[in-house]
Structure formats: C-alpha cells, structure tokens
C-alpha cells in the first residue's frame, strides 16, 4: 500500500501565531534554511497519542458550532464515499467514528494543508485535496492515478486510514512507520537530530517530514484548543504525571510531593496533556513548604505565610513561637525573591501562622493574623482552606480587640455556585467568570464533585467578570503552507 511524505519549495514563511496571552521569543536552528521555532514547540513531542486518536475529543454539536464561528465548512455539502450527501461536518464526525480518530486532530490537518476550516470562500481545489492526500510535486492533480484520492470525503477518509491502519499498526506491528520513523529513533529532519518520544509525533514526521510544516500544525493546535486557565489552577500533565501551578502565565513545578500537598489540594488537580501545558513558559520552582523556616545569607530567618514571608525579628521571638531550630533551611536570596515581604514578626505579633477562632456567642468563625481579623462567612471555606487546622474558642470582647477586615475571599481557581443557582463560575482575579456552558466546563478538565457551593450573599461581594471561555486567537495569515506538496511514495 502506499503513503505519504511531505517536500517543500520555495521560500519558507511564517506567521507568527501564539496561543492566547503568551508572548514569543524566537529559537533559531542554524541550517542552510533557517527555521524560526517558537517557544514551547518541543520538535521531539508535537502532539500526544490522544490528540490524534482520541475520539471522544470533541462532541459533534461542538464541533458544528466550532466551524461555523470559523468559517463556511460546518455546511459544506458534498457526497460522501457512499455516493451521499452529507455535510463536511457529518462527513468529518462519520470518518473520525469509523476509525476512532480525534476529530480536533482532522479539524487542525485540514487547516494546515489548505486553511479549509478558517478560509471564508474556500476553491473547489481545497475541497478537493482537503488533507493533502495523494498530491505531489511529480504529478498533476488531473493525474489519473491519484483520482481516487480527489475530492472531500476521500482526502477524509484516506488520511484517517493512513493514520489508524497503516502508521500505527505499522508502529505497533514492526516498531517504525515504512518510512522508518519510530519513537524512541533519532532522525535527521531539516538538518536537526529530532528523536520522536511517542506514537503520534512519529506518525506526523511520516505524513510530514519537516520541521516548518509540523511547527505549523502545533501552531493550529494551540491557537484553538490550548486552555488559558486562571491563576491558582493545579494542572498535572499527561503522560509526564507533573504537576504545576499556573501563575502570571507561567506553569510553575512543585520540588517535592510534600510542597505540594502543604500549598493546595490535590483533589482539585486538572489533568491535561503535555502538549496542552508546552503552550505555558517555565516558571521558577516551587521549592518550600508553606510556613518553612528560611535563613537567608545575612542570616535573617523568614517565616512563609499565605501571602509571603515575614522576617522573624530575633531568636527570643523565634522561641516564643516555638520554632525549631533543626528545621531552618538555608537559602540564596533568589530563592527568596517570589515571596513579598510582609510585617515583621515580633514579641508583640499574635497568630503569625494565623489562627481559626470561634466566637463563644454568636459561632461565628474569624481568621485572625496579627491585630486583624477577617470573618469565615461559611462553614464550607473552613474545609476549603483551613482543614485540619485547630479552632481557637474565644469570647465576643477577645475578638474586640482585632480590627475588623475584609471577610476572607474564594481562592483564585476556586470553582463556585450559588444555592438559588445551578450556573457555575471560576475565581479569577477577585471576580466572579462565569462558565457559559457544561461543555466548556468539561473541555477544561475541571470536575463537578469541586464545584463549591455557596450562599447568594457570598457571592454577591464578588464583581462578574468576563465569561471564561476556551481561549483562541483569531490568525493573521493562512495556515495553509503555499509551499508544501505531497509526494507519493512507498512508506
């Protein structure tokens, strides 16, 4: 049987297209023809094995709504292979069924070999060769021997089949693709050493083997199904099984299990795929437990709170607090340098690692550091945020003495609804983003069972901001690469 390999002439252009909110900061590989990487775009794992054959990717209405706020292609009538008309919609969900193939990763093929899905009067020419299927630098497209390859449901219908009946089975039956791509292989792609770590990234340098035209797909993948998730998040990548916290645009990982555990709950992880979380910069580690002792060059030792460090005026403080000694660590002033610097802890400050206290009078709760107290407006944020901590009962007149703050806030990422509502919204920022619709919810990977819920006057302290929606960036330029042909060949 045949397959297909990818050629290039001409002059290489790039738009520079970047997932919603990250800035790029180009990396040059130095060829005969330099090619521009951006940064996440990881040549060695372009997609993970799910982006292309996981069939449960996108649900059909979904999918009819996606390409029709992206252009004309969701209406597009043609016959399908039957002899049938059909919808390219109905036609791209009927193939992406028969051979259990992801259909964003058809959607996002198709885009980059002839901008079909995005191209708002589309040429009978990009309908016919909408996957760039059978079409060669060596052939014309009047070419009789790759006739049964025209036309839309064909270039469908035979790209899904490559995939799933000849390169993975090919993969899984002799260890490499005819063309002799394999995980684990390294392979000279456009004068780099590129090593394929999984199944797909294989499969896409047989379908395509460079670097310009895989770079492109990332690219389309990115822009449309990346997720910009809020500040706060706990996001866990998959196969890799890290996990990070998103902050300022940033994934940011943990040094150890036990960090993790003494920052945030690990029931609210979102599991998503290492190519999802490439779109995110590395930020700095994580290394310190919350409330660890810190020693910095100067000697100065510095307590972690919630919102920083505070700096623990002297060791008969120290001792008044009952600190102990064996459990400073020593550090840079760059390990310090993420954590704002709050008030000092000396004699005279109480609760420096705050403390949960219950009025004798009335029950309700405060959450008091230092001379203020802000009140627990519901029983449920003790279990949110103060699990296991010890609650303090005082008098109605002890309280008096603390000024009164702000009533302690949702967390950033906190999922939430109201009693007298089923809508859900996520914290971000101090507002209240409301999710429009279960299938954004779930296409995020968040989970019903953390949706926290809560009375209509907690809510109502909140500013609603804009709804949180699965972020895109509309592209500047085609994706389509007037550059790129196929070439049939035995593969």
């Given at each position: 049987m045949v397959s297909l390999m990818k050629t290039t002439r001409g002059i290489i252009i790039f738009s520079l297209i970047l997932a919603c909110v990250f800035q790029m900061a180009p990396v040059s590989f130095s060829h005969a023809q330099e090619i521009t990487l951006d940064p996440g775009f990881d040549p060695n794992r372009i997609l993970e094995d799910d982006d292309i054959f996981d069939v449960k990717g996108m649900t059909y209405d979904y999918m009819v709504s996606f390409l029709r706020g992206r252009g004309t292609l969701a209406d597009y009538r043609t016959p399908d292979i039957d002899g049938v008309p059909k919808t390219a919609a109905e036609?791209?969900?009927?193939?992406?069924?028969?051979?259990?193939?992801?259909?964003?990763?058809?959607?996002?093929?198709?885009?980059?070999?002839?901008?079909?899905?995005?191209?708002?009067?589309?040429?009978?020419?990009?309908y016919d060769w909408a996957a760039g299927y059978g079409v060669c630098d060596?052939?014309?497209?009047?070419?009789?021997?790759?006739?049964?390859?025209?036309?839309?449901?064909?270039?469908?219908?035979?790209?899904a089949k490559q995939h799933r009946e000849k390169y993975l089975l090919q993969i899984l039956g002799n260890g490499k693709t005819k063309a002799g791509k394999a995980p684990g292989k390294a392979m000279n792609v456009d004068g780099e050493i590129v090593t394929p770590v999984n199944n797909a990234t294989a499969m896409l340098y047989s379908y395509t083997p460079h670097l310009h035209g895989n770079l492109n797909l990332w690219r389309i993948w990115r822009r449309w199904f990346?997720?910009?998730?809020?500040?706060?998040?706990?996001?866990?990548?998959?196969?890799s099984g890290k996990t990070y916290l998103i902050r300022i645009g940033q994934k940011r990982p943990f040094a150890s299990r036990m960090v993790l555990e003494s920052l945030a709950?690990?029931?609210?992880?979102?599991?998503?795929?290492?190519?999802?979380?490439?779109?995110?910069?590395?930020?700095?580690?994580?290394?310190?437990?919350?409330f660890a002792l810190l020693k910095d060059p100067k000697g100065r030792i510095w307590l972690l709170t919630e919102g920083g460090r505070r700096q623990i005026a002297d060791m008969k403080t120290f001792r008044k607090f009952g600190f102990n000694?064996?459990?400073i660590i020593d550090v840079e002033d760059s390990d310090l340098a993420d954590y704002v610097v709050l008030a000092t802890i000396n004699s005279k400050t109480e609760f420096p690692q705050g403390m949960v206290l219950q009025d004798k009078g009335d029950k309700s709760y405060w959450y008091v550091e230092d001379d203020q107290k802000h009140q627990i407006m519901e029983k449920v944020f003790?279990?949110?945020?103060?699990?296991?901590?010890?609650?303090?009962?005082v008098t109605?007149?002890?309280?008096?003495?603390?000024?009164t703050g702000e009533p302690y806030k949702l967390h950033d990422a906190e999922l939430v609804r109201s009693v007298s509502s089923p809508s859900v919204s996520v914290v971000s920022e101090g507002m209240l983003r409301p999710i429009p619709s279960a299938e954004v919810?779930?296409?995020?990977?968040?989970k019903w069972k953390n949706v926290v819920t809560v009375s209509d006057k907690v809510l109502s302290a909140y500013p609603v901001g804009q709804p949180f929606t699965i972020a895109s960036v509309t592209p500047t330029a085609t994706d389509e690469d007037p550059t790129s042909t196929t070439v049939l060949t035995q593969n």
């Open positions: 036609i791209i969900w009927r193939v992406a069924n028969a051979y259990k193939m992801n259909p964003k990763y058809l959607l996002a093929l198709i885009q980059k070999e002839q901008s079909l899905v995005e191209d708002s009067s589309p040429t009978q020419k990009q060596s052939c014309a497209m009047n070419d009789p021997s790759i006739q049964e390859y025209k036309g839309f449901a064909s270039q469908i219908e035979w790209a990346s997720m910009v998730y809020p500040d706060g998040t706990l996001v866990r990548g998959n196969p709950d690990t029931a609210k992880i979102v599991d998503i795929s290492d190519t999802e979380l490439s779109a995110y910069p590395d930020g700095p580690e994580i290394q310190f437990p919350r000694e064996d459990e003790l279990a949110l945020y103060f699990r296991g901590r010890k609650i303090k009962q109605t007149k002890a309280l008096e003495k603390y000024t919810f779930e296409a995020l990977g968040w």
